[in-house]
């Protein structure tokens, strides 16, 4: 691997973190703690950290999850959420930084192993530019395509009842119809709300018949430890049963909206509008600018992208998965193995 665009430090979670926050495109999923949860999720994965430096200065960094088979000569690469490149004020700049950084990572990689695939999912707003560069180098959208890369992106550092005027009327209804009803709130991340939550999802995939999306608990304990308080759940029960909650994770003033569920009771009671609502309430006390909400979904997933469009958010394009790779074999056999695992 290219030895200049290693990240190197005496003290790399902290310092990591810090360059991180630099950048206007940072995200949770390039954060030191997600990467090193992505490290321990997987058998023989180890954690790359790139930077471009330009004038001493970083220009572009990405963390990408690396698994090498060695009897092979070859290795896969997924960095999610990055590279993260708009470091400065002038476009131009940034696109020409974020096309070298591409350009040398691929080529050290082309230098160390015969067979490779390498993909990334950049969080940064999507751009003709920036397009255009990746599809110069080689670059592709995937076969298959694990996430939409669109969303809903919500302020949440302001009034309050601002945030609640801009509610789409019928969503405005919804919620007092909610608050009709003597809905109860916690918020916590110990064990506890782990398996509540993991309880009330799975639930909502049995009856939704979408077994594939059930959650693990060793995973979600692992993101639990790796995360710490940058990991926060919402449970909401109604006469003392559970009904809708969410999982959301932190970072320098941005939340994440990974996860939510509402079961058949929370359904009729609008749980998830008394629920989001209280997660509103809760970002705005902690002065966090902004909820992300995590792809949206009209042809998939009407229920949640009807949801999630009627909360005030304005609309947002990622640019999105992008694959490069050293052969089409090696695209074909991993895209159909991202088929199976999802």
Not at 22 to 37: A, I, L, P, T, W
Not at 267 to 278: D, E, G, I, V
Request: charged content about 25%.
């Amino acid at each position: 691997m290219n030895e200049e665009l290693k990240f190197k430090s005496n003290n790399p979670q902290q310092e990591w973190d810090e360059l991180l926050a630099e950048f206007r495109d940072h995200n949770v999923f390039q954060s030191y703690n997600f990467g090193e949860y992505y490290k321990n999720r997987g058998v023989r994965t180890n954690i790359g950290r790139y930077i471009l430096l330009k004038g001493g200065k970083p220009a572009v960094i990405g963390q990408c999850r690396i698994k090498v088979l060695k009897l092979f000569n070859m290795a896969f690469l997924y960095m999610n959420g990055g590279p993260v490149y708009l470091s400065n004020d002038d476009p131009n700049l940034n696109v020409k930084n974020l096309k070298e950084f591409i350009d040398t990572l691929v080529n050290s990689i082309k230098n160390e192993y015969k067979h490779y695939y390498i993909n990334i999912k950049i969080n940064s707003e999507s751009r003709i530019k920036e397009k255009l560069v990746l599809r110069e180098l080689g670059w592709k959208i995937p076969v298959f395509q694990r996430d939409q890369p669109y969303t809903f992106i919500l302020n949440t550092n302001k009034n309050v009842d601002d945030i609640f005027n801009n509610f789409h009327s019928k969503w405005r209804n919804q919620l007092r119809k909610s608050e009709e009803y003597n809905h109860c709130f916690d918020v916590g991340n110990n064990v506890g709300f782990v398996d509540r939550y993991i309880s009330l999802h799975n639930e909502m995939c049995k009856i939704k018949k979408i077994g594939n999306l059930k959650l693990n608990k060793d995973d979600i304990y692992r993101l639990r430890k790796n995360m710490g308080e940058n990991l926060q759940i919402i449970v909401g029960s109604l006469d003392k049963e559970d009904v809708a909650g969410c999982m959301i994770l932190l970072f320098n003033k941005k939340a994440y909206y990974i996860y939510a569920a509402s079961n058949d009771k929370g359904r009729k009671y609008y749980s998830s509008n008394s629920m989001f609502w209280y997660l509103i309430k809760y970002l705005n006390d902690l002065e966090i600018d902004e909820l992300d909400t995590l792809g949206v979904d009209p042809l998939n997933n009407w229920g949640g992208y009807n949801f999630k469009r009627r909360i005030g958010g304005h609309s947002f394009e990622y640019m999105g998965e992008w694959e490069h790779y050293s052969n089409l074999l090696i695209r074909i056999f991993t895209n159909f193995l991202l088929y199976l695992k999802s």
